[in-house]
């Protein structure tokens, strides 16, 4: 079965770190670039975070850019979104997502 687990989230201070993950089940990251996606309440998803195929190209949205990284492990099948100087407005549920397939979410709360 094809599916994506993310997990990682939680509650954090302003100024805070976490690390998501995003586990590959029945594949590996592979043909398709790998995103990460969030979606604040009342807000639209947007985009966060690009991993090309190859994982040479990698690419952020302004509002992250110098603060979140996209990697993954060597063997493909794990992709992580690291979250440097989190700030209020990074509060978001954070979506893993792989061609058609997406993960169910994980929960990112930033607050003092």
């Known amino acids: 079965q094809v599916q994506l687990v993310e997990s990682g989230g939680g509650l954090v201070q302003p100024g805070g770190s976490l690390r998501l993950s995003c586990a590959a089940s029945?594949?590996?990251?592979?043909?398709?670039?790998t995103n990460w996606y969030r979606q604040a309440p009342g807000k639209e998803r947007e985009l966060v975070a690009r991993?090309?195929?190859?994982?040479?190209?990698?690419n952020y949205a302004d509002s992250v850019k110098g603060r979140f990284t996209i990697s993954r492990n060597s063997a493909k099948t794990t992709v992580y979104l690291q979250m440097n100087s989190l700030k209020f407005e990074d509060t978001a549920v954070y979506y893993c997502?792989?061609?058609?397939?997406w993960g169910q979410g994980t929960q990112v709360t930033v607050s003092s």
């Open positions: 997502n792989w061609g058609n397939v």
């Open positions: 029945g594949f590996t990251f592979s043909a398709y670039a």
């Open positions: 991993m090309s195929s190859s994982g040479a190209l990698k």
